[in-house]
């Protein structure tokens, strides 16, 4: 009799990870996204406890910098917000907290090579002002509005904008942060090793040389949180514009932002 006690007991316990219930992946959705991405999977927890606010540049009455590509316009306000989105997808997966700063309710995250433009954008759903200084104040009350209120330690805002030089100056990637602000410095410095990195293994002879540096920009000056300024390149050049139009770069672009972040919000816990 114990002999069979002990066996099904055996058994039982051999079986009993076939019933148990896995565990559900945990999701969250943002119509930002899009019909088709609005659902995303938290696949990791690197980011959790972190808050971001993200702004994409331009705008509403402003499109930025505009280049043509293959007869048609690319404006910067539009490659800026496909690739925030992009980006806020992938820190939400990580775990982290994000704030969509510039709004488009329509658009989503796109695919395609020339990205449609439109004067629907909104901050935080109110109408953008076309007065430059108006505009700009806008989205840094936003910011600081927010950022009072969210109880993460570690909090971020990322400005991403697109260049506008001659046709010949192709340009990488350029980091900018607030004068004097040491963890903006290091935010950027971190964003730029990961690009560095990626370029090393992606193009090990082409070389990485977008930079690091502080400047005296007024979202700079007027967010509360630790901020960092990207300029993805020249809306311009034709090496450039690759960067933009193919959605799989704009993809890569929002990865390494995110793996950037990553590595700075890992520094700042070990503190």
């Known amino acids: 009799m114990r002999f069979l006690i002990v066996l099904v007991t055996c058994l039982f316990l051999s079986l009993s990870p076939l019933f148990a219930q896995k565990k559900k992946p945990r999701t969250g959705k943002e119509p930002l996204f899009g019909k088709e991405l609005a659902t995303y999977q938290v ?34 306000d539009e490659y800026a917000y ?21 709004q488009d309710k329509k658009d989503g995250i796109r695919n395609g090579h020339v990205l449609s433009n439109s004067k629907r954008e909104t901050c935080m759903g109110d109408p953008i002002p076309l007065n430059q200084v108006e505009r700009l104040k806008q989205r840094c009350t936003w910011v600081n509005k927010l950022y009072r209120k969210d109880k993460s330690s570690y909090k971020r805002a990322v400005f991403i904008h697109v260049d506008s030089r001659s046709k010949g100056k192709q340009t990488d990637v350029f980091f900018y942060h607030a004068p004097g602000s040491s963890k903006g410095k290091r935010l950027v410095n971190s964003l730029h090793r990961t690009f560095d990195n990626k370029y090393g293994k992606h193009q090990p002879n082409r070389g990485f040389r977008g930079t690091v540096s502080e400047r005296n920009l007024y979202v700079l000056r007027n967010t509360q949180p630790v ?26 672009l929002a990865k390494w932002i995110a793996d950037g972040i990553a590595a700075d ?5 070990k503190k």
């Open 265 to 269: 919000y890992k520094k700042e816990k």
């Open 227 to 252: 901020a960092a300024f990207l300029e993805l390149g020249n809306i311009q050049n034709k090496r450039d514009q690759q960067r933009l139009v193919l959605q799989n770069n704009r993809q890569a």
């Open 43 to 76: 696949t990791s927890n690197e980011l959790n406890g972190a808050c971001f606010y993200l702004v994409s540049g331009h705008g509403g009455p402003d499109p930025g910098a505009i280049g043509i590509y293959q007869g048609r316009q690319l404006h910067e």
């Open 82 to 102: 496909d690739i925030i989105l992009r980006l806020a997808r992938e820190l939400l997966m990580r775990g982290a907290k994000v704030h969509i700063i510039i």
